[in-house]
């Protein structure tokens, strides 16, 4: 199994990180040999992945910093990087490898001091590796101070440092920074694919894999998170009986009153299972005796880490919410699909007696206008909005439809 086959339905990219990936290869053994280099490289030093929410856009560029770390012995009779069971490969694809630096966004925004370090280290040479790879999962989330900080590093990169940047959309990152990158843009795997591999790489139940695919769009993430974890698949259900619920007031704010409680759950479930256990090694790694005080002097350090841990929560209770206006999204590109008459395949044939109620019993146009309010709702929240008032304004406006 190589590193490529975790890119469902996209083979053209693939195709093209394979051959930078030997391109790439032939740069090290050139370095190393004092060689004149190849005169014409699809290798660079700065990349830009772009692709819809579930296109796989961090696995592409995870894929791709494995096989520039790639050191299967299989490379040396001609193999192509990639191999994905060698050291190289395995460390970059879980996360450990030394010379692959991965940011995420922690909360709404990169921050200047989450960029600092990574920074610093993408002028260093490699320790171990082939290259020095730095992964910025959420590029779109680089504010003003970080973006700037990128973009130094990447104008003026080490010879061995290579930036892998992931964005939706080429627009949501700096134009100085995507004009020094080079662009790969990823497409939605289709629902066959999806689930083509969900029986081949999870063992799921053909039905359940198409039933899955096809209710996520091609969400890979999700329909794998659907397909083996009962409790999406109830949280999923419940979203999708609101639209039945809001039929008057009290209804609606009850609703909306549940769906961000059930997001805060999520929040606080992550914060049970992390941030004890964060605070626990970052106190014994400061010398702090267990149940004792914390060396003079370390307090900032804690409150640091307490930041941080503050602004994933919020962060995760917004992808939380987020994922719940997707579903409803779908639910009601349903109902409009009804009641157009239109052939295309329904995603939620689950929940198909509730998608014909409200085909029959509202129009087009209401159908519309409760989606542009599903849309203004994750507007707000972007703007940071109190999430409870967000999704009251958004479920008092299904209601009116």
Known sequence: ??????????????????????????????????????EAS?????????????????????????????????????????????????????????????VAAVGAEILVKDMRDTVRKSFTAPANGRWQVILVEDAERLNEKSANAVLKAVEEPAPRTVWLLCAPSVEDVLPTIRSRCRHLNLSTPSVDAVAD?????????????????????????????LATDPAAR???????????????????????????????EDAKQLAEEMDGKETEDLKAALGAVQGGRLPRGTAGVVKDLEDMQKRRRTRTQRDSLDVALADLTSFYRDVLALQLGSRIALANTDAEDALERLARNSTPEATLRRIEAIAACGEALDRNVAPLLAVEAMTMALRAG
């Open 42 to 102: 699809r290798m660079t030093h700065a990349w830009l992945f772009t692709g819809p929410p579930g296109a796989g856009r961090n696995q592409a560029a995870r894929a791709f910093a494995a096989a520039l770390q790639c050191v299967s012995p299989d490379r040396a009779l001609g193999g192509t990087p990639g191999c994905g069971f060698c050291d190289g490969c395995h460390t970059a694809l879980v996360g450990t490898h030394a010379d692959v630096s991965t």
């Open 1 to 38: 199994m190589t590193v490529w086959d975790d890119l469902v339905g996209q083979q053209r990219v693939s195709e093209q990180l394979a051959a930078a990936a030997r391109d790439a290869d032939a740069l090290v053994i050139a370095a190393s040999s004092d060689a004149p280099p190849p």
């Open 234 to 264: 109830a949280r999923r259900a419940s979203v999708l009986k609101l639209p039945l619920r809001v039929e008057d007031v009290g209804g609606a704010l009850k609703a909306a009153q549940e769906l961000v409680d059930a997001a805060a």
């Open 197 to 225: 591999m969900l029986i081949r790489r999870e063992g799921i139940e053909p039905d359940v894999a198409a039933s899955v695919a096809r209710a996520t769009q091609g969400h890979v993430d999700r329909a794998r998170r």
